[in-house]
Every structure is written in C-alpha cells, then in structure tokens.
T-cell receptor, first 116, second 111 residues
Framework: GAVVSQHPSWVICKSGTSVKIECRSLDFQATTMFWYRQFPKQSLMLMATSNEGSKATYEQGVEKDKFLINHASLTLSTLTVTSAHPEDSSFYIC????????????FGDGTRLSIL | GENVEQHPSTLSVQEGDSAVIKCTYSDSASNYFPWYKQELGKGPQLIIDIRSNVGEKKDQRIAVTLNKTAKHFSLHITETQPEDSAVYFCAASIGNNRLAFGKGNQVVVIP
C-alpha cells in the first residue's frame, strides 16, 4: 500500500517551455502533498506544501509564480515549472501524506528535469 | 526550527557486517522519526519509522533506536547485503505535517 506515482519520470525541453509534473496517490487519499527539489548528492529541499482545495504554502525563497502548484483532488497534485530555464534543471520529487497527525510521507520516484 | 544532523556521511561495510547510522535533532517537540532509503535515480522509500513513545523498533534486519533525552536516533542494519547499498536519510517531524531531513548517508556494502 501507500503507492505514489509521479509522471513524467524524465523531461528534456527547451528554455522558455512550461513543464507540468503530476503526482498521484494511487491507493490512499492524501490529505497533504509535498514538492521537493533535490540537487545531486544533496538532501531533499522542501519547495511547498499543498492541501486539497487550498492554496499551496511555499517555502522561503521559492517563487510561487515560477512553480505553480495545483492540488485539485485528494489523489492528485501538479507542479508546473513556468518558463523553465537551465537553472531550473533538477530532480523534483513529490510525496503524499494521510491524515493530520505526524505520519509517513510516501514519495514518488521523482522527475528528472533538464532544460536546454 | 528543527535541525537534523546525520553522520557519518559515507559508510563502507563488508557484506554480512552491521551498519549503524546516527542522527541528532534539536527540537524536543519532534515526535516522529522516519528513515528513508534512496537508490540512484529513484525517490526515497520509507524503510522504518519510530514515534517518541517507543525506544526501539525492529523489522527483520533493520532496527531503529531512539533516545529522547539525548535527542538522537540511530538506524541499524544487520547482515548487510549488496542491495543495501544506497543513500539513507533520517528525518524528524516538524509539527503535524512537515519533516526535517538529514543530509543523507551513502552506505556502500562491499561484496
């Protein structure tokens, strides 16, 4: 149980393109979903926290107009990187959590984004 | 805020030996501590977790111990196998939702 699917797994696109990444909880309803960014050989950097039907809470330094998050249902959240540039190239990972109390976050397999 | 430190950063062990990774945390209000294993090119996978009302938890070859007074917790892997080679992250809860992650530990099991 607790499977999180992330799509696509790999994107290569030209500078200026907008890219949408989907995160789905397949076998549970996720109260909260999280978006992380990970640089090579580094830890997970939280970008934003989103709850179904409400606006995402962004971490300090993360541009909300650059990284658009939509959490339309209890099983789907999307991250759109708008007008992507080479510095946005990274590994983006989502996670999903059930309930309000401290619970495990279950991670997707990440999206490798490469902007040319 | 919560600060999680993880050490050592790299650990090499002979196949069959035990591996221990230690983490310390700063916020005494943290009450949930998961451990994740991340293989190359994949997302982190939850391998074991522990809550603050428990001192130790075991699942086959993996165990976690928690010392609330000293604010540290450790991951123990016994009888290591090559497939245990990965990056391991510890984390501590911040409030009800968020996790503070350590910097990760590269474990290499030498056949």
């Amino acid at each position: 149980g607790a499977v999180v699917s992330q799509h696509p797994s790999w994107v290569i696109c030209k500078s200026g393109t907008s890219v949408k990444i989907e995160c789905r909880s397949l076998d549970f309803q996720a109260t909260t979903m999280f978006w992380y960014r990970q640089f090579p050989k580094q830890s997970l950097m939280l970008m934003a926290t989103s709850n179904e039907g409400s606006k995402a809470t962004y971490e300090q330094g993360v541009e909300k107009d650059k990284f658009l998050i939509n959490h339309a249902s209890l099983t789907l959240s999307t991250l759109t990187v708008t007008s992507a540039h080479p510095e946005d190239s990274s590994f983006y990972i989502c996670s999903a959590k059930l309930g309000q109390a401290p619970q495990p976050q279950h991670f997707g397999d990440g999206t490798r984004l490469s902007i040319l | 805020g919560e600060n999680v430190e993880q050490h050592p950063s790299t650990l090499s062990v002979q196949e069959g030996d035990s591996a221990v990774i230690k983490c310390t945390y700063s916020d005494s209000a943290s009450n949930y501590f998961p451990w994740y294993k991340q293989e190359l090119g994949k997302g982190p996978q939850l391998i074991i977790d522990i809550r603050s009302n428990v001192g130790e938890k075991k699942d086959q070859r993996i165990a976690v111990t928690l010392n609330k007074t000293a604010k540290h917790f450790s991951l123990h892997i016994t009888e290591t196998q090559p497939e245990d080679s990965a990056v391991y992250f510890c984390a501590a809860s911040i409030g009800n939702n968020r996790l503070a992650f350590g910097k990760g530990n590269q474990v290499v099991v030498i056949p």
